[in-house]
């Protein structure tokens, strides 16, 4: 049985600043439908970077309250917003969440939506909304690994396999389990028909 909230029957979302840790649990408790834990205005440009850290230390902890929370990120025109992103891919990954979806692309033409999504592949997100059947198979090649993303994943599944577990180093970069949870997203992706 199925026993998520329906969307039309979420009422109340609270916002907490992301760089009061402390805060994040009591308002998870305090009975809203929805907490967003806010990286925007509620944090002072000097936290904006340890806010994340806190965050994802705290998603790590929390695993079981995941589903009431909401992470505000900082708009596109801010310095921040890059970083943002980023973060919100290694954070989702180390939740056991999907990656971000990202907008329509409202133009049929392939070329376009195969852009669109290359350059939100790039920003950290992992699927996309359609508009269209027509801009599936652009969707699909788009977020197809390379030759060379697959050859990454297999050493990195290979190495993690090797040391039984626990952080890792390859090609001098360290390897845990958010970069093998991308791995193995890789190997999925690249084994779709």
Not at 98 to 118: C, F, H, K, Y
Not at 175 to 192: F, G, H, N, Q, T
Request: contains cysteine; aromatic residues 4%.
């Amino acid at each position: 049985m199925n026993t998520a909230t329906p969307a039309e029957t979420l009422l109340t979302y609270l916002f907490v600043p992301g760089d009061r840790p402390e805060r994040f649990t009591k308002a998870v408790a305090s009975g809203a439908d929805r907490v967003i834990i806010d990286l925007e205005d509620a944090v002072a440009p000097a936290n904006k970077a340890a806010a994340r850290s806190t965050i994802a230390e705290w998603l790590q902890s929390n695993g079981d309250q995941i589903d009431k929370v909401l992470i505000r990120i900082n708009d596109a025109a801010t310095a921040w917003h890059a970083g943002d992103l980023a973060w919100a891919q290694a954070a989702s990954r180390a939740a056991g969440l999907a990656s971000p979806i990202a907008g329509v692309t409202p133009d049929l033409d392939p070329a376009r939506v195969t852009a669109d999504m290359r350059h939100a592949k790039s920003l950290g997100f992992g699927a996309k909304m359609c508009i269209h059947p027509a801009q599936l198979a652009a969707v699909l090649a788009a977020l197809a690994p390379t030759a060379a993303e697959v050859a990454w994943a297999e050493r990195v599944l290979q190495a993690w396999s090797a040391s039984g577990s626990g952080a890792i180093q390859l090609d001098g970069k360290m390897v845990d389990r958010p970069v093998v949870l991308k791995a193995e997203r890789i190997m999925l992706l690249a084994s779709r028909p």
